[in-house]
T-cell receptor
Framework: DAMVIQNPRYQVTQFGKPVTLSCSQT?????MYWYQQKSSQAPKLLFH???????NEADTPDNFQSRRPNTSFCFLDIRSPGLGDAAMYLC????????????FGPGTRLTVL | GQNIDQPTEMTATEGAIVQINCTYQ??????LFWYQQHAGEAPTFLSY??LDGLEEKGRFSSFLSRSKGYSYLLLKELQMKDSASYLC??????????WGAGTKLIIKP
């Protein structure tokens, strides 16, 4: 089945220790998104790629970086995680068309100690 | 600013019907989405409305009134597995998705 995959599902890191989250997709969608979601809050868009074109949201902290080496993979790098960065990180993809619906991976729950 | 309003929490009984409302103020409108999100999991797509009216999909229906900036998600024959958060999201004139914080639906036997 075509899908969006995120690894790991759970990540524990220490304050200030860099961490990388990964996302891959078999949908062959050209747009990939990274969201941060905290408990009982709306997903917050961090950035998205349209093919290789990178789009950073204005309020995304510099601490967050992203790479998309090819169509299938996208990475989220958190350079120096703080306690406030503990959240669920969601990867989504969309392939255009009439609805351009976003499809989500299962998410990575990040804990910062 | 752009804003999506949904009730924070609702409670309903198994087998009953529940309506979850969403009102929005956005710069432009290019479609409204409803997603279901179980606790600790990712959102899953439920429905899409871009024209006024009702879209029915099995036990779930979604309604849109663009002139009123209003939508609702109707869930019929509620099952315990429907306990989840339901997120409303609007695509604005820049094709950005503006998300609501979600409505937590609690189903009681």
């Amino acid at each position: 089945d075509a899908m969006v995959i995120q690894n790991p599902r759970y990540q524990v890191t220490q304050f200030g220790k860099p961490v990388t989250l990964s996302c891959s997709q078999t949908l062959n969608h050209n747009v990939m998104y990274w969201y941060q979601q905290k408990s009982s809050q709306a997903p917050k868009l961090l950035f998205h790629y349209y093919d290789k074109d990178f789009n950073n949201e204005a309020d995304t902290p510099d601490n967050f970086q992203s790479r998309r080496p090819n169509t299938s993979f996208c990475f989220l790098d958190i350079r120096s995680p703080g306690l406030g960065d503990a959240a669920m990180y969601l990867c989504a993809t969309s392939g255009g068309g009439e609805t351009d619906t976003q499809y989500f991976g299962p998410g990575t729950r990040l804990t910062v100690l | 600013g752009q804003n999506i309003d949904q009730p924070t929490e609702m409670t309903a009984t198994e087998g009953a019907i529940v309506q979850i409302n969403c009102t929005y103020q956005t710069s432009g409108f290019n479609g409204l989405f409803w997603y279901q999100q179980h606790a600790g999991e990712a959102p899953t797509f439920l429905s899409y409305n871009v024209l006024d009216g009702l879209e029915e999909k099995g036990r779930f229906s979604s309604f849109l009134s663009r002139s009123k900036g209003y939508s609702y998600l109707l869930l019929k024959e509620l099952q315990m597995k429907d306990s989840a958060s339901y997120l409303c999201a609007v695509r604005d004139s820049n094709y950005q998705l503006i998300w609501g914080a979600g409505t937590k639906l609690i189903i009681k036997p």
